[in-house]
């Protein structure tokens, strides 16, 4: 306010004084000077200022940061914190890196928990378990790697921001990450599709951090053993006198016999590799969703439906074979034993050479037989 009142007496004076332009106009042209450093003094004070708030506010709100995150994940039961389009923005897009804290991202879509091929829902189990698995270990003082997750629905933007286009997806945003999609991490397909056990290696492949023991929840909880215990009490009196007369399922030889087709089939069906992996029977065709696909061209996935198949297959040359060694070797007309034996001979060729030809279509190698040369 000192400025202008002075430049008033100056612009009297020289409208008092209109004989002498010369001496009048020399102090205004000082008072500009005077202004234009004052002005260029006062940008840079302020500029400086703005500047020294600028680093200290941004040196406040790490801690700040990873408070709130730790806020959340005490908030959420598992201490998998739920990420939106706008926590996407504040914990990593607008931090300045480099982060005091790695994310590990499970990204999910609800419509899709129907599709029994995603197996969205056990995986996301998974995550979970290995989310408070990570938390328990480390006695909730972790501050360096939180687990997230993101529903497509609801952060549609964070989905083209990361690049994601289909699922399942989990991915790793390391602290000096600035573009989500180039500077994060994938995890792969066969991390992804396993248990806890899988992606806790990768995390500490990734982020050297250890993550420790998984610990899943027991099958039976207390109560249910004690039941158990307590049937099993009541029940073995019973059970010791069937016993001691010889009349359990155990002294039946039809029962043994049919365990022993059932583990034989049981082994040569892939069913433990279809329980491992929890595959689907059969798929819907993305082309015809009226079509159901039984077969499925390509060695890195097996259904189940061709699993049981082959295991029938095979089923039937080891009962075929069963046959000839301990019940075709009791028939005494030479006849019925030849067409017995032709006939287990012509079912059990056309029998393997089906599993040879699935083999040959789902992986591309040929197997063939090497006949004598002159043979051809």
Request: glycine share 6%; with cysteine; aromatic share 12%.
């Amino acid at each position: 306010m000192s400025r202008p009142s002075q430049s008033l007496p100056s612009h009297a004076t020289l409208n008092q004084n209109p004989s002498s332009p010369i001496s009048e106009t020399k102090p205004k042209k000082g008072k500009k000077k005077e202004m234009a450093i004052f002005s260029t003094h006062l940008f840079l004070l302020l500029f400086i200022t703005l500047s020294l708030f600028l680093v200290v506010s941004t040196a406040g709100s790490e801690p700040e940061l990873v408070a709130d995150l730790l806020t959340l994940q005490s908030e959420s039961k598992s201490g998998v914190i739920h990420l939106d389009d706008r926590t996407v923005s504040k914990f990593l897009t607008s931090a300045k890196t480099p982060r005091p804290y790695s994310f590990l991202i499970f990204f999910d879509a609800t419509q899709l928990h129907d599709k029994s091929e995603l197996h969205l829902r056990e995986l996301r189990q998974e995550f979970t378990l290995l989310a408070s698995s990570f938390i328990a270990n480390h006695n909730n003082s972790n501050t360096k790697l939180f687990f997230c997750d993101i529903e497509f629905r609801e952060s549609q933007s964070s989905f083209h921001l990361f690049g994601v286009n289909s699922l399942p997806h989990i991915r790793l945003i390391g602290p000096t990450a600035k573009s989500l999609k180039d500077d994060s991490e994938q995890m792969n397909q066969g991390d992804v599709s396993r248990l806890a056990e899988s992606m806790a290696e990768f995390v500490e492949s990734r982020t050297k951090l250890t993550v420790g023991p998984i610990h899943r929840p027991p099958i039976l909880s207390k109560k249910q053993l004690g039941l158990i215990v307590a049937l099993l009490l009541i029940w073995s009196p019973f059970v010791a006198k069937k016993i001691f007369a010889g009349e359990t399922l155990l002294h039946d030889s039809k029962i043994w016999l049919s365990g022993a087709v059932f583990v034989y089939f049981f082994s040569v069906s892939g069913a433990m590799h279809n329980i491992i992996r929890k595959m689907p029977m059969f798929l819907v065709d993305r082309n015809d969703p009226n079509k159901l696909i039984f077969f499925y061209q390509g060695s890195g996935m097996q259904l189940g439906a061709e699993g049981f198949a082959v295991g029938f297959l095979y089923t039937i040359v080891g009962l075929l074979l069963a046959f000839v060694t301990h019940v075709l070797v009791y028939v005494k007309d030479a006849t019925a034993k030849r067409a017995a034996m032709l006939f287990a001979i012509f079912v059990s060729f056309w029998a393997v050479k089906k599993v040879i030809i699935l083999d040959n279509w789902k992986t591309g190698y040929g197997i063939h037989g090497f006949w004598p040369s002159s043979w051809n």
